[in-house]
């Protein structure tokens, strides 16, 4: 038996959605002629209470398109330093949006009105590039799935607001933060101008993610959709698996944040860990032990069938899914108590 818990995109579609696939009604969506990919985006739009959405193939062009509609070249946006669209999506806010980066610390990545107040630039100084956009992350990867609440969502958002900033919010997991906080879509679709969220995650898709935004914006991100490769032809296959995916896999989720909580209460205790972030959702990541090597450690789980990464110094991350059932659960805890140093 093989344990992956390298990522929630390692899922393989199920035979329901497979079968969801294959019988799709599909058509050009270039030309707009697609029914299953106008189903879905219709859909999402509806469950957040936004006019429009565009499917696009990933969650990295996604984000990449919400930014730079919402923003002009030299302009400057504020994130958490560890923010995905900072760390992980190839440089891809200098190049496609030619934008300069304010990295904020963050409680757990959660940043707030006071510490975005102290980093807007001053408009009238010309060394300075203007602050335009306030990006959100919610789970937070890098700070193994940490959650915002409602309320400090509304926070940063009516505060930026008011001074005229725009609200992008990348939440790739977001169904795993609604899934802790009880808040639907439509609760969290007013506070930004534009939504990523990912369909290939939790979720357990294949493709795809969509991004969510105003009647207002919609032809400027398909018109940089196009620009960017990410015009799909029959992707009503695709996109009928994302419809599987939002009908039916997001009850699901607390499966995954459970297992992920007996992984989280098993690694604190052992030896070998010097200390293991807060686990909310379904992401766990530890530190290890210095005389340990992540390499070592990695190896010997791949050799008795649990797969997980490295994600900084010393630093591992497993994270649970759609495809990790109870049997992988019970496998990985007894690899965990049986591995020694
Ligand atoms: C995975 C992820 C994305 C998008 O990644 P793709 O692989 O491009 O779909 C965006 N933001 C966060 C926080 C992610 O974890």
Redesign the pocket.
């Known amino acids: 038996m093989t344990a992956d818990l390298r990522s929630d995109?390692v899922t393989r579609p199920t035979p329901a959605m497979m079968e969801a696939m294959h019988t799709a009604p599909v058509g050009d969506d270039v030309f707009g002629d697609d029914p299953t990919v106008n189903r879905l985006e219709k859909l999402a739009a509806e469950m957040f209470g936004m006019d429009e959405a565009v499917f696009c193939p990933?969650?990295?062009?996604t984000?990449q398109i919400g930014i730079s509609i919402l923003t002009e070249p030299f302009q400057e946006i504020i994130c958490y330093k560890g923010?995905?669209?900072y760390r992980?999506?190839g440089g891809g806010l200098a190049g496609n949006s030619q934008l300069s980066v304010r990295l904020l610390e963050g409680n757990r990545g959660r940043i707030s009105p006071e510490e975005i107040k102290s980093n807007i630039n001053n408009i009238r100084d010309p060394h300075q590039p203007i602050t335009s956009l306030v990006a959100l992350?919610n789970t937070?990867?890098r700070e193994a799935g940490a959650v915002y609440s409602l309320q400090q969502i509304k926070q940063v958002s009516d505060f930026s607001r008011n001074l005229g900033l725009k609200m992008h919010l990348?939440g790739?997991?977001l169904f795993n933060a609604l899934t802790v906080t009880g808040n639907t879509p439509l609760e969290v679709g007013s506070y930004f101008d534009t939504i990523?969220i990912?369909l290939?995650?939790g979720l357990g898709a294949p493709v795809g993610?969509l991004l969510l935004t105003s009647a207002a914006l919609v032809s400027k991100a398909r018109r940089r959709r196009k620009s960017l490769g990410g015009g799909m032809r029959q992707a009503g296959f695709l996109a009928a698996a994302g419809i599987y995916a939002l009908e039916k896999n997001i009850g699901r989720l607390r499966e995954d944040h459970r297992r992920a909580s007996i992984l989280h209460e098993l690694i604190q205790r052992k030896s070998w860990v010097t200390s293991v972030m807060p686990a909310e959702t379904n992401i766990v990541i530890f530190t290890l032990d210095d005389k340990i090597s992540t390499e070592e450690f990695l190896s010997k789980l791949e050799y008795h069938g649990v797969r997980a990464v490295a994600f900084g110094p010393q630093q591992v991350r497993m994270v649970t899914h759609l495809d990790f059932k109870d049997e992988h659960l019970d496998h990985t805890v007894s690899v965990l108590n049986k591995i020694t140093f």
């Open positions: 995109t990933s969650g990295t062009m984000n923010a995905h669209i992980y999506e992350e937070i990867v990348d790739a997991r990523s990912c290939s995650k993610s």
